[in-house]
């Protein structure tokens, strides 16, 4: 169970009397007096934690404040307010199960946020694809774990999970993986709320999640106190962004993806690991950034894996992806490929799943070569184009011969079709 923080004062109990009654007054309320309780003094009442605690913000407090600094009550009806009140009175919170099972049912939510709408990814990263990059990764109790751009927080909570079943239960460990081991930053409203929330939910009762834009932020000022052991991120791709921003970095582009993955090798501490989703194109880009980029990580990070994954896995966005897996601090020599193939085609009905992947976890800690997976030395990489882009020659091609029957009745259907052009010819004539 998550280390309990019983000495803070609950934001109810540091309400004054008068404040006091009020709140508890709204149970008597209902139609626009309830409506105008909640706009006009409960959410205005929550958000001024944030300047309340300003002087902690790491503080649940800070926290509550921030997300209801963003949010709005979208029920204008009381009547209906007052229902989901009532609804959410029931619901249990007190044990480990059942903030387990709250956790599970908003992982749902915004899982289906992800699959409504093309921007899907920023909210929603397949867990099971998360989980087998965590484990290749595999963070331990003590490292700093980062995302600098966390959406919903999908990396952060699976890591925490990961960490937590496998580490020492004492006090010392739960006070540093609660307070000194998860960070993150998100530049979009909807999705750091969002991202906050998980995170409570999960156990990281004060999340150190950062609401800004990670990429105004100049990479030349990144010191070694504000570095991590370990990155995992799926960093938005296909935005632009603009010339004053690009000047924070090296190499100059206005490609997001490849902004934050220059962001990402600088944020390394020396053999600190990285796993990063990004568009399959990067591999192959031909442009002096995206070229000068791929040199830079292969010359200062040993990147020695590559995931392809099939169409279909992120739902909403409709691009296809890889994984790039790297340590920093010495140059790549050999890289290994694995061609995920599940065998089906991906979709809403048939999402990835954690056995679709259990063997390239399996394969990848030895480096095994197979007929999805291969090896490729680094001097066999062409040093004009630097291109990395898949291409799987273990794979035989099964070629689908069809049967004698099927090739008859194919004749016969365009028999068919050939004798009623005759006709409207002769009929034409």
Same mark, same amino acid.
């Given at each position: 169970?998550?280390l309990?923080q ?23 309320m209902?139609g626009?007096d309830?409506v ?8 205005? =009442?929550l958000?001024?934690?944030?300047q #309340?605690?300003?002087?902690? @913000?790491?503080?649940i407090?800070?926290?509550i404040?921030?997300?209801f600094?963003e +949010?709005?009550n ?5 009547? !209906?307010?007052r ?7 029931e619901l249990?919170?007190g044990? /480990?199960?059942d903030?387990?099972?709250l956790s599970?049912l ?14 899907g990814?920023?909210?929603y ?14 963070p ?8 600098? *751009? ?9 890591? =925490?999970? =990961?960490? %937590?079943d496998r ?19 998100? #530049?979009?409203?909807?999705?750091y ?5 998980n995170m ?21 000022d990144?010191? $070694?106190?504000d570095r ?10 296909g935005g ?16 997001t993806?490849?902004l ?5 090798i600088? /944020?390394?501490?020396a ?6 989703v990004?568009?399959?194109?990067f591999? /192959?880009?031909?442009?002096n950034?995206?070229v000068s +980029? ?8 040993n990147?020695?894996?590559?995931l392809?994954?099939? *169409? ?8 296809k992806?890889?994984?790039?897996f790297?340590?920093?601090?010495e140059?790549?020599?050999?890289i290994?490929? %694995?061609?995920?193939? @599940? ?5 809403k009905?048939?999402?990835l ?13 030895t ?10 030395? /680094?001097e !066999?990489i ?11 020659? !273990?794979?035989? $091609? ?11 009745e194919?004749?016969?259907?365009l ?8 006709a409207t ?5």
């Open positions: 169970m998550p309990r019983a000495q803070r004062p609950s934001p109810k109990s540091r309400m004054k009397d008068g404040e006091l009654a009020e709140l508890d007054h709204h149970k008597a209902t626009p309830l105008q309780f909640v706009d006009l003094k409960l959410f205005p =009442y958000a001024s934690f944030k #309340k605690a300003s002087d902690n @913000p790491k503080s407090e800070y926290k404040g921030e997300i600094s +949010l709005k979208k029920v204008k009806s009381g009547y !209906n307010l229902e989901i009140i009532e609804m959410t009175d249990p919170f044990s /480990s199960k903030k387990h099972e599970h908003y992982e749902t939510k915004i899982k289906n946020m992800g699959n409504a709408g093309r921007n990814g920023q909210y990263t397949p867990r099971p694809l998360i989980r087998a990059m965590i484990e290749v990764i595999n331990q109790m003590g490292e700093k774990v980062y995302d600098a *751009a966390c959406g919903s927080a999908g990396f952060l909570c699976e890591a =925490y999970a =990961y960490i %937590y580490m020492e239960k004492n006090t010392a460990n739960l006070k540093t993986l609660q307070e000194n081991t998860f960070y993150g930053k998100e #530049k979009k409203n909807l999705a709320i969002i991202g906050v929330m409570i939910l999960h156990g990281i009762e004060a999340p150190n999640i950062i609401h800004t834009n990670t990429l105004t932020e100049n990479i030349r990144i010191q $070694e106190k991590y052991h370990v990155i995992l991120a799926n960093p938005p791709f632009k962004e603009r010339k004053e921003v690009q000047q924070n970095f090296d190499i100059k582009t206005g490609e993806a490849s934050f993955l220059q962001h990402f600088k /944020s390394l501490k053999g600190g690991r990285a796993a990063i990004i568009k399959n194109t591999l /192959s880009n031909a442009d950034a995206s +980029l791929l040199k830079y990580l292969l010359e200062s990070c990147l020695h894996t590559i392809d994954m099939p *169409a279909g896995t992120f739902l909403g966005a409709g691009v992806t890889v994984v790039l790297f340590t920093k601090g140059p790549t020599k050999k290994w490929y %694995y061609q995920l193939d @599940p065998g089906r085609n991906m979709g009905t048939n999402p799943n954690d056995e679709d992947l259990k063997d390239f976890v399996l394969l990848q800690k480096f095994a070569d197979g007929d999805n997976s291969w090896l490729v030395n /680094s !066999n062409d040093t004009n184009t630097f291109d990395l882009s898949v291409k799987n020659q !273990n794979k035989k $091609e099964v070629v689908r011969l069809r049967s004698p029957q099927e090739i008859l194919e004749m016969k259907v028999d068919e079709e050939s004798a009623e052009i005759l010819i002769k009929n034409l004539i």
